[in-house]
């Protein structure tokens, strides 16, 4: 699992991530000093692209992809920043389509979205609606098999800083289109939970629950409107700010899960890119390549 991150700012872009990596071996197995966020080209590149879900592909890693896809850019220079999220979701999609070991489980869960969601409070429930079991198991099925990237930068002259975000799921048929994401936002992607409860002093599970319990009876937007004034409003930043706010986001997500009853599913070292629209993609903080042996002594 993960926590990754992005903000836009009219400076540049943010972009952030935790560096565990799991493996379900039949209990849940961690490495952490996995590599989430990367940079679009050797140097002098305008484009950095982090990841969330699925951590890579049986025979080929994203590494290897991320490669590919700054060697084209290279060689054909991208219009704008849609350009390039609009060429990775195809290339990406070629990899992921194709991977042999994951054709059987996609076919699975391309039959399960076909059928209508389970509905515990239907009355009689419809033959044709997914079952308990299958609901769970389409669930876990999208969980494990969902794969997201958000590609932020810009394209000389105009050096508008934007980013763009990719999702990939095993029911899906073709590659997704890009969705941006606004200027002054930000974005939590993998385990934001813990994120949003300090921002919004709920997360959506809780939203989910709390509508589903029948002690609510208003509509989501009379919930919504409760819950508002409790947001933490984040005015506009300063980019050096953006990064302490990505930063802390990603801390505060560790280090709530390393003092929880939760699964360590995010952790390791944190690692920090800015792409600022006077400069080209530079570190803020990069594991070197021997942190993992530093570690362990």
Partial sequence: MTIAACYVSPEGIVLGADST????????????????LFELGDKDTTFGIVTWGLGGLRDI????????????????PARDPLDVA???AT???QAYSSAAHLIGQRQRAQQLQAKPAYDPKATPVAPTARTQAEEEE???LRRDLGAGFCIGGYTEPDRVPQAFEITFW??????????????????????????????????????HRLRNSGKWNGTPTDLQNVIEPGRLIQPVMPIRDAVDFVH???????????????????????ELAVITTDR??????????????WENG
């Fill in 21 to 36: 990596a799991s493996f379900d071996f039949g209990a849940l197995h961690f490495y952490n000093h996995n590599q989430k």
């Fill in 61 to 76: 890693s994203y590494r290897t992809l991320f490669a590919k896809l700054s060697a084209d850019i290279k060689t054909t």
């Fill in 86 to 88: 609009t060429r990775w």
């Fill in 91 to 93: 290339l990406y999609w």
């Fill in 138 to 140: 389409y669930e876990n």
């Fill in 170 to 207: 095993p029911e899906d048929q073709a590659a997704p289109t890009p969705s941006p994401i606004p200027m002054h936002n930000h974005r939590f992607w993998g385990a934001p939970n813990m994120t949003h409860r300090l921002i919004y002093g709920c997360d959506s599970d809780f939203i």
């Fill in 248 to 270: 802390t986001c990603i801390y505060s997500t560790i280090k709530a899960l390393k003092f929880s009853s939760f699964s360590q599913i995010c952790g390791g070292p944190i």
């Fill in 280 to 293: 080209k993609f530079r570190w803020v903080r990069h594991k070197e390549w021997d942190a993992a042996v």
